[in-house]
């Protein structure tokens, strides 16, 4: 098959056609949910989950329907499903849950229910909440999640004026407090303000943590002042507790942007041996970072580590291949990258757009559109979704060779994918 019959089959997949009428079998509206679903089968939380999908579905119902067939649930087991949708970003979902268990005189924690207001219903309802909230409730975690609050929406006067209350009641005798603060001079880039809050904080005999130092060590950096950031380093060497991999990560990514790259080599080796034996979580900033200072062996022998790490239990995710690939990208190293791109498709399950896009841009980079163009219709015969970026890079490609004919075609392919999938969206909502 040649490029240009590939290329149309793409195109014209892409391209709006006109609409095509059918009769659609009429839904039975006798067919309740639950005769195509039945509840007894699926879990709580899985009902839950499908709140926000199930037109008109809610927490209270669900939470009703679950109690009137018979069955129980304490106040943890709706906590760690709460925990749950936070870490997924379902805010929504969360707050209903939290609201009903309210309504049922559970405890469950203030601080979260604040958590969840600012973030869905806006700050003014977090702060009315937090000022019905009775005077026993009105401490160190409340306190906190509103400063909090303040904090990430870089509300300074408010933030301000939260902590001093704070002092004033003596609730700011722990690391979490300065750090919001110190977080929030360091988005309105004003390290100075850090360096003085942190040392308030130690002559108030609060012990910084190790994201104290992580701010300090960021404050320092954007005065790119590495004489200061190595003093602080030095510091902490002799501070057991501060010490975590990702403090040493944060630091090497501060030396790659100096372009001290042997500096932030020997940052990454102490990272290393601070990872704890089970926990893959350091491997992608690893690659990424050795990567950053131009270590093409050491990027091959930490993925080598990992995988032999993950032996007999499973393959490395999507995720950490696609960070692998990025870095031979980066590195120019176009034979692993092509050699790693085929391991991965060798064991996929699906195609992952991400890993397909960037294998796209490199053989773009190399003037190989004929091979992106092939890539891009391999994808679409898996079923990868949604591909309008691998067309726009194709489209910009030809844009760079100046190419204007084929500019069009595969910008109208592009926009109409992304119109397409935004009305997939809309509806499937």
Request: charged share 25%; aromatic share 10%.
């Amino acid at each position: 098959m040649g490029l240009h019959e590939i290329s149309f089959r793409l195109l014209s997949r892409a391209l709006p056609f006109p609409r095509m009428f059918c009769a659609i079998a009429p839904v039975d509206s006798s067919m309740s949910r639950t005769a195509l679903s039945p509840p007894e089968s699926k879990p709580l939380y899985r009902r839950l989950s499908a709140v926000g999908i199930i037109s008109g579905g809610s927490v209270s119902e669900t939470m009703k329907e679950w109690l009137n067939e018979g069955r129980r649930v304490t106040e943890a087991q709706l906590m760690n499903f709460v925990c749950k949708f936070r870490k997924y970003k379902s805010y929504k979902i969360a707050l209903e849950l939290m609201d009903w268990m309210e309504s049922q005189h559970m405890v469950g924690s203030h601080a979260v229910h604040i958590d969840l207001l600012s973030k869905v219903k806006g700050i003014r309802m977090a702060e009315e909440y937090f000022c019905n909230l009775p005077a026993p409730a009105k401490h160190l975690q409340t306190y906190g999640a509103l400063l909090c609050c303040y904090c990430s929406k870089k509300m300074k006067h408010d933030a301000i004026t939260i902590y001093e209350k704070m002092k004033e009641l003596e609730l700011v005798s722990c690391a979490f407090v300065h750090n919001n603060l110190m977080s929030l001079y360091l988005k309105l880039g004003q390290p100075e303000e850090v360096h003085k809050l942190f040392e308030e904080m130690k002559a108030s005999n609060n012990i910084p943590d190790k994201c104290s130092y992580k701010i300090l060590i960021e404050s320092y950096a954007m005065l790119n002042n590495i004489d200061a950031i190595e003093n602080i380093v030095q510091e902490m060497e002799g501070k057991e507790d501060a010490w975590h991999w990702s403090v040493y990560c944060h630091l090497a990514a501060i030396y790659n942007s100096s372009k001290l790259f042997e500096k932030a080599r020997l940052s990454l080796k102490k990272a290393e041996l601070l990872m704890c034996p089970r926990d893959l979580s350091p491997f992608p900033f690893l690659i990424s970072l050795y990567a950053g200072a131009g270590d093409l062996i050491e990027v091959k022998r930490v993925w080598k580590l990992l995988k032999d790490r993950i032996k007999g239990d499973h393959l490395p995710t999507n995720k950490l291949y696609l960070v692998m690939l990025q870095a031979l990208k980066n590195l120019d190293d176009f034979s692993s990258l092509k050699e790693l791109f085929e391991e991965w498709e060798s064991v996929c399950v699906s195609y992952e757009v991400k890993l397909v896009s960037t294998v796209i841009e490199a053989y773009l980079e190399r003037d190989m559109v004929e091979e992106a163009i092939i890539l891009l219709e391999k994808a679409t015969e898996e079923g990868a979704h949604p591909l309008a970026k691998s067309f726009w890079l194709i489209t910009d490609y030809y844009l760079s060779k100046g190419k204007l004919d084929q500019v069009r075609r595969w910008s109208r392919a592009a926009s109409s994918m992304i119109k397409n999938a935004h009305s997939a969206k809309l509806e499937f909502e």
